[in-house]
């Protein structure tokens, strides 16, 4: 796990605090104080700011009311899915998904993550053969989570080139949903160090009692839960990437 995290007071005041102390403010600061809207995304997410003790940092908030309907995830549950992935980063011992919470703001009930300082111009298609550890991560916690949505601009470069991963909204559906352009390691053996993270993430996911099962209850359904486990127990068993399926296997756009 990392001891910090590069985000920003404004978006023109990069500052870096300890992990724990972004971790406690996402969960109990205040965060009524809206910036802006960010359009990029298809749902409303808010750039807001995040005020606890003597800190003040970035969040990104996406209310549940602010999202659009789909026709294959249950309305109102993408803040959760966000939340979710999470807690299975965070099972993982993997820093790779920026601390991110359930809160209720401005706009009612959503998730709440920390904003991350980076480099826009730089994503996936532009990293270099020195990510390639830190993508195979990425690519088995996306084939676990069944991320529906691994565009390129989801991957976001810090000051300390560590990779983070943003918009997990369509995550843990039931059925083989895996979008994703790091299709790099499909079919390649996993990594020991990865296999053991999922080893031990297996065992939690077994324990009915263990802290993340009651979390990952709340957020996403019973259903959803036996799927990851099967997931999991299915890339262990292959051990390996999986391949593209025979539905659409990238999202679009890209970036």
């Known amino acids: 796990m990392i001891d910090c995290l590069h985000t920003a007071r404004s978006l023109e005041e990069p500052i870096t605090l300890p992990y724990q102390e972004v971790i406690d403010g996402l969960e109990y600061g205040d ?12 749902n409303y997410t808010f750039l807001v700011q995040v005020r606890h003790n003597e800190n003040t940092f970035l969040g990104v908030y996406k209310p549940r009311l602010g999202e659009r309907p789909l ?21 993982l011992d993997w820093p790779i998904v920026p601390p991110t919470v359930m809160r209720v ?51 976001l470069l810090d000051s300390d080139d560590h990779i983070w991963c943003i918009d997990h909204g369509l995550c843990f559906h039931a059925m083989d949903k895996l979008r994703t352009v790091i299709w790099d390691y499909a079919g390649q053996s996993l ?6 993270a999922f080893e031990g993430l297996c065992q939690q996911l077994e324990e009915d009692a263990n802290p993340l099962n009651q979390r990952l209850l709340k957020l996403i359904e019973p259903y959803e839960h036996k799927a990851l486990k099967t997931r999991l127990h299915q890339i262990l068993s292959e051990d390996s990437y ?14």
Not at 191 to 196: D, G, H, K, L, V
């Open 31 to 42: 965060i009524q104080e809206e910036l802006g809207l960010m359009r990029m995304g298809s």
């Open 71 to 91: 026709w294959d995830f249950p309305d109102g549950t993408l803040c959760q899915r966000e939340t979710a992935a999470y807690l299975i980063a965070e099972a």
């Open 105 to 155: 703001g401005s706009r009612g009930e959503g998730s709440l993550q920390a904003f991350v300082d980076h480099d826009p111009m730089q994503h996936y298609f532009t990293f270099e053969e020195k990510h390639d550890t830190q993508l195979q991560r990425i690519a088995a916690f996306d084939a676990l989570v069944n991320n529906a949505d691994r565009k390129g601009g989801h991957c």
């Open 191 to 196: 990594s020991p160090e990865i296999r053991t």
């Open 242 to 255: 999986p391949l593209p399926g025979a539905g659409p296997n990238r999202p679009w756009p890209a970036i």
